[in-house]
């Protein structure tokens, strides 16, 4: 009996570079992991070299228990690696290489068959900056039953023009504090509160859920007309690296598995927190970690 996809992710897989070390990455890649460590079958769109990179990064993919099924391999682009450097707050800045092997993802009929088989779509605004993967998502999203866009904008990475046609296809779109305030006012905003430019942005693209993370001060849930707060948890950040990635999965996970909102928020913003007190993008979290940030 095959197992039901009940996710597929689109966008980028790579090799953040840390300098010391390297380790796997990418947003919909560290989504994906951590969807499946919760329990939600998920599965990547991508694509990576024919080289020795690409090669290690599906093998480290296998290993996490996420299929490598829907990720190509291109002979005409490297495999992704993206320079990686974080502060002393822990904050992370990114020099991500143009074009590599996801820049060039062409739509097949197997990626077709996934996406309409599974229950949602997930992809970001990185993986649309070359018009050749963002045929192929477009062509994704016009054959899927729920649309989520988690923005995480990088800049010189994206267009407008592109950002708005995502964001008024999407079902849900998950921001951070920044994005929000940058997309707002491109749309023509004038409210300087989160409440009043999430209302905004809901009313300008017909979309009835968004989220915002506003890192350690938590995060803001937007369902039905109604908002859902959470305050954030206090973790001695390592870097942030992946925090946003594993908070969105949380919060999917949730969705799919019709949890109270309230809850499904708590417990995001509690994996967020715990993933930005670790290295890297995608640590293994146990549930004892959870109750003990709850109990503190």
Avoid at 95 to 120: E, F, G, H, R
Wanted: glycine share 6%; net charge positive; charged share 25%.
């Amino acid at each position: 009996m095959k197992t039901i996809i009940q996710a597929v992710c689109f966008g980028e897989v790579l090799w953040d570079n840390f300098g010391k070390e390297k380790k796997i990455g990418g947003a919909p890649l560290n989504l994906s992991i951590r969807m499946n460590s919760l329990g939600i079958n998920t599965s990547i769109i991508s694509q990576v070299g024919n080289d020795s990179l690409g090669d290690k990064l599906k093998f480290l993919i296998k290993r996490t228990r996420t299929t490598t099924q829907l990720i190509s391999t291109t002979d005409n682009f490297p495999t992704s690696e993206v320079k990686v450097m974080v502060n002393k707050k822990g904050e992370a800045k990114y020099d991500i290489t143009y074009p590599c092997a996801w820049d060039k993802i062409k739509v097949i009929k197997l990626y077709q068959d996934a996406v309409k088989k599974s229950n949602m779509l997930i992809f970001g605004s990185l993986a649309s900056r070359d018009e050749v993967s963002r045929k192929t998502l477009f062509n994704l999203i016009n054959l899927s039953k729920f649309n989520v866009f988690d923005v995480n904008l990088r800049p010189p990475h994206f267009s407008y023009t592109t950002l708005i046609n995502l964001m008024k296809k999407s079902d849900f779109i998950k921001f951070n504090e920044e994005e929000l305030e940058i997309i707002s006012k491109k749309l023509g905003s004038n409210f300087n509160s989160i409440n009043d430019n999430i209302m905004y942005i809901s009313k300008k693209t017909k979309t009835k859920m968004i989220c915002v993370s506003k890192g350690e001060n938590g995060a803001i849930l937007f369902i039905n007309n109604k908002y859902y707060n959470q305050n954030g948890f206090k973790v001695k950040v390592i870097d942030t690296v992946g925090s946003g990635d594993s908070f969105l999965a949380t919060i999917l996970e949730g969705l799919i598995s019709k949890k109270p909102y309230d809850l499904i928020l708590k417990k995001a913003c509690a994996i967020g927190a715990i993933v930005a007190s670790k290295k890297g993008a995608n640590p293994i979290i146990k549930d004892d970690e959870i109750k003990k940030l709850y109990a503190n």
